[in-house]
């Protein structure tokens, strides 16, 4: 069963990227007049910008506890639909914030956060994060939304996994990670099962190894669900 | 930015007096012990005390909250809303106590930044080495707008009991009554807010009054996310046609209020009369009440500071973050009051250790809902280069994102929520 795949789709990230590169090449283009005020406060504001990406960065905690609004505190996330991203392997951190950053990885908001980031700042917020201690993810009681885990699902969950071997990367029942694999066992049941509908998702081209793309080509919606049961049911 | 002067207008506080005090067990200092204190225990105050502790827990962290319990501001709109329970929005201080900060329920009612100290309602003087101010907003005055009326035409734009009466009031409404909502002027706590509020007014009315509708009177002739506002109101609330269930009169069209009369709710613009038996006022922002007794601001109404260390220009050793702090370049967001406590507190302990300052970093992350399933965002990264504050990469979400797109990011508001508020009180 192939799945069908609009190779041609600007994601949104990358759309809005694109235009906000675009624009000062576009204004370049422009007949040449004498300058305006709005010319010359735009100049400046592109100076303002360029100075600023190339002042020095910041160190990697204070880099770091800036993602902590949305990925919790050490990037322990409170959030259902927001990762963990404690303890994840430098490598793999800095390769999705670049994708990220590229366009190559659709996003709803990180291409534009990403977009802020130089390589070295990135690579200290990924180094910072890679020996951040991974705590399994816990719902506060004000958290109205978390879907609950249901170990009938997951037991179900724990036959496609097999099936599919995807124990041969995600190893350990996704417990432990190489350098480009994300820990799964013990992340946000919610956050999971977004992340593999978008693998299904028509509109979305999200770099993955052929193999997982194939594997997720085979499921259905259920069994998907099923597996994000499994994955973040083992502590 | 407008200044309300005439005759008759009264001074209005954000803040309510603390009614208890509860105090935490004080922690004996060790003569080499620093001491920093915190007023307000919110976006802002909250994390500063966490992670000035998570950075140096040689450092004594006393914060000090007038309220026993928070409710958070972000997300609010939902309860008016009717789609949220106001109890989900409310958070207390345990968690930052087993950081080991120190948290006294008390009104903070003089800063001495001579001697060094705060005193409060509850007869407490406490001293300190470096004081952080996080105190939020209070109101600038608007004609006709006092006490009284604050509770018959709730501004609900600091959360909780407004939150609740505005709720109320929203549900008690007549059908075929329109929802008035003044806007502020700039610059105001939340840009985004009051259009998120309209868009979820609107979204109720559709389903329970659909005989009613918002009128958005407005100072401004535009606002925050406004085409992705205007966008979803088009698609889903018939905005630019004649059943519209919002409507949104710009100052340049006579939005802006000059006087309000609570006996008789009606709201006068420039232009003319608006009545109604619902009435959000919003008047225009100012720095929280102590910021401005203890002189920490200018003559706009916020305190200026320096941006490297959150230090205020007014005061040393005294620090202002968060919506009361003119941080220009960041938004008034909860978002920016997290980033700027985290810059504010690496700085404090850097100062107390006698090292030099490091370089800062701050993030803005703000969702909008214009339905419960159609979120929409904005985000910055920003980086200070003499002296300023600029935004080296961020905007808004995409025009034209497929409806996916806007249920994850309905989705993503929430967790995001989740996560800050477990960052903050967690």
Excluded at chain 1, 124 to 145: E, G, Q
């Amino acid at each position: 069963m192939q799945r069908k795949r609009i190779h041609m789709l600007v994601l949104a990230g990358g759309l809005l990227g694109g235009w906000m590169m675009a624009a000062p090449l576009m204004a370049a283009d422009a007949p040449a007049a004498a300058p305006s005020a709005a010319d010359a406060e735009k100049a400046a504001k592109e100076k303002a910008i360029a100075e600023a990406v190339a002042a020095p960065p910041a160190e990697g905690a204070m880099l770091a506890n800036t993602c902590a609004g949305c990925h919790g505190t050490n990037g322990v996330s409170g959030g259902p639909s927001m990762p963990s991203i404690a303890g994840m392997p430098a490598p793999y951190l800095k390769s999705v914030m670049a994708d990220f950053k590229s366009g190559k990885r659709p996003s709803t908001i990180m291409g534009r956060i990403a977009k802020g980031y130089t390589e070295e700042e990135t690579s200290r917020i990924a180094d910072f994060m890679s020996k951040a201690k991974w705590a399994d993810v816990k719902s506060h009681a004000n958290s109205v939304l978390a879907t609950k885990l249901d170990d009938a699902k997951a037991k179900k969950g724990k036959k496609h996994v097999d099936a599919q071997k995807c124990g041969k990367c995600h190893e350990d029942d996704g417990l432990t990670q190489d350098e480009d694999t994300p820990r799964m066992a013990g992340q946000w049941v919610d956050y999971l099962l977004i992340k593999m509908q978008d693998l299904k998702n028509q509109h979305l081209t999200i770099p993955q190894p052929e193999k997982m793309q194939k594997a997720i080509d085979k499921l259905s919606a259920e069994e998907l669900e099923e597996i994000a049961h499994f994955y973040a049911s083992k502590r | 930015m407008m200044n309300f002067t005439r005759r008759g207008f009264v001074k209005l506080t954000g803040g309510v007096a603390a009614l208890g005090l509860i105090s935490a067990p004080g922690i004996s200092l060790g003569a080499d012990k620093k001491r920093v204190v915190v007023i307000g225990g919110g976006y802002g105050g909250s994390i500063a005390a966490k992670y000035i502790r998570m950075a140096d827990p040689n450092i004594q962290v006393t914060l000090i909250e007038q309220n026993k319990d928070y409710y958070s501001g972000p997300l609010s709109n939902w309860v008016i809303a009717g789609f949220r329970k106001l109890d989900v929005q409310k958070w207390g201080y345990e968690g930052l106590k087993k950081h080991g900060v120190e948290v006294i329920i008390d009104k903070v009612t003089g800063i001495d930044p001579a001697a060094k100290n705060v005193t409060t309602a509850g007869g407490k003087k406490v001293e300190y080495d470096r004081l952080i101010v996080s105190p939020g907003i209070g109101f600038k005055a608007l004609e006709g707008y006092d006490a009284e009326a604050m509770t018959k035409m709730p501004h609900a734009w600091i959360a909780g009991e407004q939150t609740s009466l505005l709720t109320k009031q929203l549900a008690e409404m007549k059908d075929g009554d329109p929802f008035i909502l003044v806007a502020p002027a700039d610059p105001y706590r939340c840009p985004p807010g009051p259009y998120e509020r309209a868009s979820l007014v609107a979204h109720y009315l559709k389903k329970n009054k659909p005989k009613s509708k918002v009128i958005i009177l407005d100072p401004k002739d535009k606002f925050s996310k406004m085409g992705l506002f205007t966008g979803g109101w088009k698609s889903l609330y018939g905005y630019d046609t004649p059943n519209s269930l919002i409507e949104w009169v710009p100052g340049a069209s006579g939005g802006k209020v000059t006087r309000v009369d609570a006996k008789t709710m009606t709201v006068y613009t420039d232009m003319g009369e608006y009545k109604s038996s619902c009435i959000n006022v919003i008047p225009a922002n100012k720095a929280g009440e102590i910021a401005e007794k203890a002189g920490l601001t200018d003559e706009k109404g916020f305190c200026p500071v320096n941006f490297e260390t959150f230090e205020s220009t007014k005061h040393k050793d005294v620090h202002v973050i968060g919506d009361a702090s003119m941080a220009t370049g960041l938004p008034k967001s909860g978002y920016a009051a997290n980033s700027e406590a985290k810059v504010c507190a690496a700085a404090v302990v850097a100062l107390l250790n006698g090292k030099p300052v490091g370089i800062p970093s701050y993030v803005n992350t703000c969702y909008s809902m214009i339905s419960p399933e159609y979120g929409i965002s904005v985000a910055g990264v920003y980086k200070l280069n003499a002296g300023k504050i600029v935004e080296v990469a961020g905007g808004v979400s995409a025009g034209d994102a497929k409806d996916f797109v806007r249920k994850q990011e309905a989705l993503y508001n929430e967790s995001w929520y989740q996560s800050i508020m477990a960052d903050t009180f967690g």
